[in-house]
């Protein structure tokens, strides 16, 4: 037991776990927007409330769920505890010498990034999560059956202009963040091989730029229209 709690208390254990839980989160977010992206049909929200109250009903995908909310955290602690290691190593000073020639802009920034993302992370869950399982949402009959109706609260904010600002605002930063996230998490766990590191760079290129352009693009299509 010692041996395992030694592992994940090192800074190679600790950035296993970065890894684990950021690919766990990695799926999420493909799943999330997979679910949301309902909201562009032209049906008065049937869709996505259909959706919506399958996901918060359904025993196996709350179970899901708990367990995203639990790997968030993890991701955030270990990140700080991470980052609060290597600025140590280096004296207590930020990285003396920027060389973009070693290292990309994201990945030098991750904890800027990182803290975007959480404080997108907040607002998010206070406006939709707490609404969802704690406010007055209003109910829709779909062929007999009652189902809370969420699409009124997503049009709702979706309809203020600094909101979608701020949406497609932290949209960039969940990008920046992914760039660098998503390969550096499979290297971690040891997919670093000349015969894979090039459809790994393009997998992870391609899913940080399309999926957050696409979460980003919900907000902007919902206010225009």
């Known amino acids: 037991m010692k041996w395992f709690l030694d592992m ?57 769920s708990k367990v ?19 600025r140590k190593a280096r004296g207590g000073v930020g990285y003396q010498v920027n060389n973009s020639k070693s290292s990309i802009w994201s990945s030098r920034n991750m904890g800027i990034l990182g803290t975007i993302i959480l404080v997108f992370l907040v607002i998010h869950l206070k406006d939709f999560w707490a609404q969802m399982h ?16 969420i699409y009124t609260v997503v049009d709702y904010w979706f309809n203020q ?13 969940v990008a920046f963040h992914l760039w660098h996230g998503f390969i550096s998490a499979f290297q971690t766990l040891g997919f670093n091989h000349l015969k894979y590191n090039n459809l790994i760079s393009f997998v992870g290129k391609t899913f940080s730029i399309i999926v957050p352009a696409l979460f980003a693009l919900i907000p902007i299509w919902m206010f225009l229209s």
């Open 8 to 64: 994940f208390s090192s800074t190679l254990g600790r950035k296993l776990v970065m890894a684990l839980t950021g690919i766990f989160l990695i799926t999420f977010l493909l799943v999330h927007l997979i679910g949301n992206l309902q909201l562009l049909k032209n049906d008065g929200g049937h869709a996505f409330n259909v959706y919506a109250e399958f996901m918060s009903t359904n025993p196996l995908i709350q179970t899901v």
């Open 134 to 149: 704690y406010g007055g949402i209003p109910t829709v009959n779909y062929e007999g059956k009652e189902v809370r109706d």
């Open 161 to 173: 202009g600094w909101y979608v600002g701020l949406y497609a605002f932290c949209m960039i930063g």
């Open 68 to 86: 995203n909310f639990a790997l968030i955290l993890i991701h955030i602690i270990w990140s700080a505890m991470l980052t609060a290691k290597n």
